[in-house]
């Protein structure tokens, strides 16, 4: 199976052609403008790192050096007030440079340097046109499953999620990784009671460690708080819906990461060193996982509704577009879809229905992400969306 993309010089391929603004903290309003005159742009929005600890800000660096080297973006600009407003884990400079070595074109464009923000709304967008003009002139080539690197999430799980939806993702995933490909899976709160079934998949001792590891890590920071999390997750919707164990919700929420050998557990935003699946320590924010799967160089994200427990159909949650990957809304519930019809992309319900096999519904929605990776836009896609990206902080702020 193939599809169509931009081949990048250090071998990643594109399924997108974008221009990524990343302004750092206060700088939001200067990208928007910029972004609002030039077409092909996207609009990173986060709350930034004033305050926290070096290991968030090292998280933070991570993601956005990850983020302008995504297979995705053309050029990156980096928007700052002044270098000597930031810590030194976020040095303008030091992460353009780490940009460049992926083969991406790069700037950083700071106030301090053009003397007014008006001056560098100018000047960051005769940069942003010079960079759009550029990247339209790449053309598109034909590229294998073998190219592709998928990100997934899974929400308001039902009965549906581990049976239908999840898995057909999972067959999917096995597919990309069994042609060379790379697939991301998280959600260190959901694999809780089912980490020993992916220990026993893992590649390595190692691996398998640092598996087992994530799980009694997440445990064990919740009792700190006094908290039980097997009691507070299933959350009351999955409840509702009729899941009655975090065990029993875990166990179909990795469903979705398929049937491969584990090959590592990544830090949120960090890139694997090989091909294959991988699992990433990352909460289940619809806002926060898209941002580390794209930083890791995933080129799209799916994500698997449940929703037996919406009463109505609702609008979907989305993630900025600066997050740089297209988001993918597919369900296995028959219910779900009829209410959500105008939300989602795929459905996989029919297996749920007895109608069609997992192989059969995973070899469709294989060729349903060719047509997306060579340029197909999904429904959330289609929209304009910017609310910030919820990266992933284990530290307190002070």
């Given at each position: 199976?193939?599809?169509?993309?931009?081949?990048?010089?250090?071998?990643?391929?594109?399924?997108?052609?974008?221009?990524?603004?990343?302004?750092?903290?206060?700088?939001?309003?200067?990208?928007?403008?910029?972004?609002?005159?030039?077409?092909?742009?996207?609009?990173?929005?986060?709350?930034?790192?004033?305050?926290?600890?070096?290991?968030?800000?090292?998280?933070?660096?991570?993601?956005?050096?990850?983020?302008?080297?995504?297979?995705?973006?053309?050029?990156?600009?980096?928007?700052?007030?002044?270098?000597?407003?930031?810590?030194?884990?976020?040095?303008?400079?030091?992460?353009?440079?780490?940009?460049?070595?992926?083969?991406?074109?790069?700037?950083?464009?700071?106030?301090?340097?053009?003397?007014?923000?008006?001056?560098?709304?100018?000047?960051?967008?005769?940069?942003?046109?010079?960079?759009?003009?550029?990247?339209?002139?790449?053309?598109?080539?034909?590229?294998?499953?073998?190219?592709?690197?998928?990100?997934?999430?899974?929400?308001?799980?039902?009965?549906?999620?581990?049976?239908?939806?999840?898995?057909?993702?999972?067959?999917?995933?096995?597919?990309?990784?069994?042609?060379?490909?790379?697939?991301?899976?998280?959600?260190?709160?959901?694999?809780?009671?089912?980490?020993?079934?992916?220990?026993?998949?893992?590649?390595?001792?190692?691996?398998?460690?640092?598996?087992?590891?994530?799980?009694?890590?997440?445990?064990?920071?919740?009792r700190s708080t006094?908290?039980?999390?097997?009691?507070?997750?299933?959350?009351?919707?999955?409840?509702?819906?009729?899941?009655?164990?975090?065990?029993?919700?875990?166990?179909?929420?990795?469903?979705?990461?398929?049937?491969?050998?584990?090959?590592?557990?990544?830090?949120?935003?960090?890139?694997?060193?090989?091909?294959?699946?991988?699992?990433?320590?990352?909460?289940?924010?619809?806002?926060?996982?898209?941002?580390?799967?794209?930083?890791?160089?995933?080129?799209?994200?799916?994500?698997?509704?449940?929703?037996?427990?919406?009463?109505?159909?609702?609008?979907?949650?989305?993630?900025?577009?600066?997050?740089?990957?297209p988001m993918l809304?597919?369900?296995?519930?028959p219910r779900t879809?009829?209410?959500?019809?105008?939300?989602?992309?795929?459905?996989?319900?029919?297996?749920?229905?007895?109608?069609?096999?997992?192989?059969?519904?995973?070899?469709?929605?294989?060729?349903?992400?060719?047509?997306?990776?060579?340029?197909?836009?999904?429904?959330?896609?289609?929209?304009?969306?910017?609310?910030?990206?919820?990266?992933?902080?284990?530290?307190?702020?002070?």
């Open positions: 199976m193939e599809f169509l993309g931009y081949r990048r010089p250090d071998g990643s391929v594109g399924i997108r052609n974008w221009v990524l603004l990343v302004p750092f903290r206060y700088e939001h309003q200067i990208a928007e403008r910029i972004a609002r005159t030039v077409r092909g742009t996207r609009v990173l929005v986060t709350t930034g790192c004033l305050g926290r600890p070096k290991r968030d800000r090292e998280t933070f660096a991570r993601v956005i050096g990850g983020l302008g080297r995504s297979p995705n973006v053309a050029g990156t600009i980096l928007i700052g007030t002044a270098p000597e407003t930031e810590y030194p884990e976020v040095d303008y400079h030091r992460l353009a440079a780490a940009i460049a070595e992926g083969g991406r074109s790069v700037e950083v464009l700071t106030v301090g340097d053009c003397g007014s923000a008006a001056a560098a709304v100018e000047r960051g967008t005769a940069l942003a046109r010079r960079m759009v003009v550029e990247a339209s002139q790449q053309r598109r080539e034909p590229c294998g499953l073998g190219d592709l690197c998928l990100g997934v999430k899974c929400g308001v799980s039902d009965v549906s999620s581990g049976v239908a939806g999840n898995p057909t993702v999972g067959r999917a995933f096995d597919a990309v990784v069994g042609a060379g490909g790379t697939a991301l899976f998280s959600e260190n709160t959901e694999i809780i009671g089912a980490e020993h079934l992916l220990a026993d998949r893992a590649a390595t001792g190692a691996v398998a460690d640092a598996i087992l590891d994530v799980a009694s890590r997440t445990e064990a920071r919740a006094g908290e039980d999390i097997r009691a507070t997750n299933p959350i009351p919707a999955n409840i509702a819906a009729g899941i009655s164990t975090l065990a029993e919700k875990s166990i179909g929420a990795i469903a979705k990461g398929g049937t491969s050998p584990l090959k590592g557990v990544l830090r949120y935003g960090e890139r694997p060193e090989g091909r294959g699946l991988y699992f990433v320590d990352a909460w289940m924010s619809s806002y926060s996982l898209p941002a580390a799967y794209a930083a890791a160089g995933a080129q799209m994200c799916l994500y698997v509704m449940g929703g037996e427990s919406l009463p109505t159909g609702v609008a979907m949650p989305t993630v900025s577009s600066g997050v740089v990957i809304y597919l369900t296995g519930n879809y009829v209410k959500m019809k105008t939300e989602l992309d795929f459905n996989a319900s029919p297996v749920l229905e007895g109608t069609e096999s997992l192989d059969a519904a995973g070899e469709r929605l294989l060729g349903f992400l060719a047509e997306v990776a060579s340029g197909a836009l999904t429904r959330t896609e289609a929209l304009r969306h910017t609310d910030p990206v919820e990266i992933y902080f284990e530290g307190p702020v002070f």
